[in-house]
């Protein structure tokens, strides 16, 4: 069972615009999310993450925002640009035991492609 | 560099034949994973140690794969008797919390 998902396989964004990447999540168990960026050929790169006691984390261009109830997440980078196209993946860790720790579970991922 | 390191980038082998793989974590982290990707999919996860200890296995962790990480440094990840099904990209990570940091990967393809 697919307990990230993300249902976009593909995004297409001038530059300069905004980009919205979605994500939803089937565990209630997840307490926390992040985002990776991942270029071909090489490993899934850190972006953001947001714990879910919270509703929105900002950093620089990127800013995730998480709604418990509906189970959803979406990652904005604005302004868009070139270099920002590749795949990006979001990812849930569980609470286990009280602490969660680094079991990633990850949807299928959305290939952004930021045109000049 | 100080990130996580892992070799080789690519490997090629025959049906049949042993592959082992190396992961360097980043130095003062405690945790490692290995995930295995395929194309158009996210990184699933195989196993997870934390220090030397392998505190849990995937199902999809078959007993022809074994993965140790000695004193709690680096690890390595062996395939034996691989099949076809095996090729995919081996990826490592590690962390101290939450947060998990990924190598460049291991490319294998198995003809």
């Known amino acids: 069972d697919q307990q990230v998902k993300q249902n976009s396989p593909s995004l297409s964004v001038q530059e300069g615009r905004i980009s919205i990447l979605n994500c939803d999540y089937t565990n209630s168990m997840f307490d926390y999310f992040l985002w990776y960026k991942k270029y071909p050929a090489e490993g899934p790169t850190f972006l953001i993450s947001i714990s879910s006691i919270k509703d929105k984390n900002e950093d620089g261009r990127f800013t995730v925002f998480l709604n418990k109830s509906a189970k959803h997440l979406s990652l904005h980078i604005v302004p868009s640009q070139p270099g920002d196209s590749a795949v990006y993946f979001c990812?849930?860790?569980?609470?286990?035991?009280?602490?969660?720790?680094?079991?990633?579970?990850f949807g299928q991922g959305t290939i952004l492609t930021v045109h000049p | 560099d100080t990130g996580v390191s892992q070799n080789p980038r690519h490997k090629i082998t025959k049906r049949g034949q042993n592959v082992t793989f190396r992961c360097d974590p980043i130095?003062?982290?405690?945790?490692l994973y290995w995930y295995r990707q395929t194309l158009g999919q996210g990184p699933e996860f195989l196993t997870y140690?934390?220090?030397?200890?392998?505190?849990?296995k995937s199902r999809l962790l078959s007993d022809r794969f074994s993965a140790e990480r000695p004193k709690g440094s680096f690890s390595t990840l062996e395939i034996q008797r691989t099949e076809q099904g095996d090729s995919a990209m081996y990826l490592c990570?590690?962390?101290?919390?939450?947060?998990?940091?990924f190598g460049p990967g291991t490319r294998l393809t198995v003809t």
């Open positions: 990570a590690s962390s101290l919390d939450r947060v998990a940091y």
């Open positions: 130095s003062e982290h405690n945790r």
């Open positions: 140690f934390q220090n030397e200890a392998q505190l849990e």
């Open positions: 990812a849930a860790l569980a609470n286990a035991g009280g602490t969660s720790y680094g079991k990633l579970t």
